[in-house]
């Protein structure tokens, strides 16, 4: 656990580092369904501990138009509504959605999830696999505000 704790923060430290489009969500290398539904579940999960559900929107931004068929969008998008959110299509007007986007990265054989809300909210979560084809969470949620 500390080992996955020290790596989480290590990570952290360098994701400002990384240079993903500006408001892209983005997948690393690709999901099994199995890998997507604990992903996604976290985050429809932190999105309704930060926003209102049933009086919210969300606008999902998608990832980079390569990563399009990835199996985790539409397990977010599921994920979502079942929490109690609007979700607006990418490139609608939406007026007072809240953006909200994913980066997936791997590092080594785990997975860092980052999830950012209204473009300030920010937290990460290190998964594992478990060897039976999905993944499990190795260190809490940590969450900050980045003030932006």
């Known amino acids: 656990m500390r080992r996955a704790i020290a790596l989480l923060v290590g990570v952290l430290g360098l994701a400002g580092c990384a240079t993903q489009g500006p408001n892209l969500s983005y997948v690393g ?71 909200l986007r994913y980066i997936v990265t791997p590092v080594g054989q785990d997975v860092l999830l980052r999830i950012i809300v209204d473009n300030r909210i920010a937290a990460a979560r290190l998964y594992q696999p478990d060897g039976k084809g999905s993944l499990v969470a190795a260190s809490p949620l940590t969450a900050m505000e980045n003030g932006s």
Not at 59 to 82: C, F, H, K, S, Y
Not at 83 to 88: L, S, T
């Open 29 to 99: 290398s690709p999901l099994a369904v199995s890998s997507a539904a604990p992903i996604a579940s976290e985050i429809a999960t932190y999105a309704a501990g930060q926003l209102p559900a049933a009086q919210s929107t969300i606008l999902l931004e998608p990832p980079p138009p390569g990563q399009a068929a990835n199996d985790l969008t539409p397990a977010v998008t599921a994920a979502l509504r079942a929490k109690g959110f609007g979700v607006a299509q990418p490139g609608t007007s939406a007026t007072g959605a809240h953006p």
